[in-house]
């Protein structure tokens, strides 16, 4: 049985708030904000997409803004960032940053969906709302599907872009649908290319 990816949700001790630091990165979708501390993730910042990216082929990642000092949290979340654009295949082999937004400490159904989608719904695949719904334990709770990944506090990591409509319909994204429908277009490219290479050389 293969086992299952628990992330670590930490819960800060004693009530002080968190020591927040920032990391913005540039990818080939925009500047993307990434905001935690030394227990875990706090929060992914997309950018509103209005064009698609020029230069696909090119694929690049910078640290634009890097502070001193970043929490492991940050450096694992902006390597993990780094090869899901770039080398994507070894997204599988990388840590998980322990998350610490508050949506993420409590126990909710929007929390099991979360997990549940982080866990099954894997790069280059897509599921339905219902879907994702019955994957959760609650076969009729699709419209609270919806609220969860609208309330996503992690997005691309936690991948609410993979949940699209039953009808094959992209649907809304935070991001923007643009985003939305890039990001489902770079796994798909990217796993073909990925199963090309696994096949044998012909004699």
């Known amino acids: 049985m293969a086992s299952r990816l628990v992330p670590k949700v930490n819960s800060k001790q004693g009530g002080f708030p968190c020591q927040q630091k920032h990391v913005a990165l540039l990818s080939p979708v925009g500047r993307i904000e990434i905001s935690g501390c030394e227990t875990g993730v706090h929060e992914i910042k997309l950018p509103k997409m209005s064009v698609l990216p020029a230069g696909r082929a090119e694929c690049s990642v910078s640290c634009e803004l890097c502070e001193e000092e970043i929490p492991e949290p940050l450096q694992q979340c902006?390597?993990?960032?780094?090869?899901?654009?770039?080398?994507?295949?070894?997204?599988?082999?990388?840590?998980?940053?322990?998350?610490?937004?508050?949506?993420?400490?409590r126990d909710s159904f929007t929390r099991q969906v979360l997990w549940t989608l982080l866990n099954d719904v894997k790069f280059g695949e897509a599921v339905s709302y219902k879907q994702l719904a019955d994957l959760a334990g609650n076969s009729r709770a699709a419209r609270a599907v919806g609220g969860a990944m609208r309330s996503n506090p992690i997005p691309i990591l936690i991948p609410c872009h993979r949940v699209i409509r039953s009808s094959g319909d992209t649907g809304n994204y935070g991001g923007g649908q643009l985003l939305k429908e890039w990001l489902l277009s770079h796994e798909k490219l990217q796993k073909e290319k990925l199963q090309e290479e696994k096949k044998p050389a012909r004699p």
């Open 78 to 105: 902006s390597a993990w960032l780094r090869a899901y654009f770039c080398e994507p295949a070894s997204t599988a082999t990388l840590p998980v940053p322990a998350f610490h937004h508050p949506l993420l400490q």
